[in-house]
């Protein structure tokens, strides 16, 4: 049973930083495409940022600059740091990654930006 775990969701103020993690296991051969989605409450889900297994990576308009999106092959996970953290990111983070060629995603971890 393949999945994915995220952690390090939480409270930050405006201006501070965040590392979020996703760490992809089960029965796995191969990982394609990996990405962070968030959804905030009343809108639909929206890719922040995505990387290729060989490290290309996608970034939406609103978080360039601020976030870098990584990962980690060997361990089959995926990072993503957010810094200068704005309100307007709070959300809920889902991970997203293509596994033996099938589509998962993670349970979700919650960011929330607020003073």
């Known amino acids: 049973q393949v999945q994915l775990v995220e952690s390090g969701g939480g409270l930050v103020q405006p201006g501070g930083s965040l590392r979020l993690s996703c760490a992809a296991s089960g029965s796995i051969f191969s990982i394609f495409p990996m990405g962070w989605y968030r959804q905030a409450p009343g809108k639909q889900r929206d890719l922040v940022a995505s990387?290729?297994?060989?490290?290309?990576?996608n970034y939406a308009d609103s978080v360039k600059g601020r976030f870098t999106i990584s990962r980690d092959n060997a361990k089959n996970t995926v990072y993503l740091q957010m810094n200068s953290l704005k309100p307007e990111d709070t959300a809920i983070y889902y991970c997203n990654a293509l596994i033996n060629q099938y589509e998962y995603w993670g349970q979700g971890t919650q960011v929330t930006v607020s003073s």
């Open positions: 990387i290729t297994r060989g490290g290309r990576t």
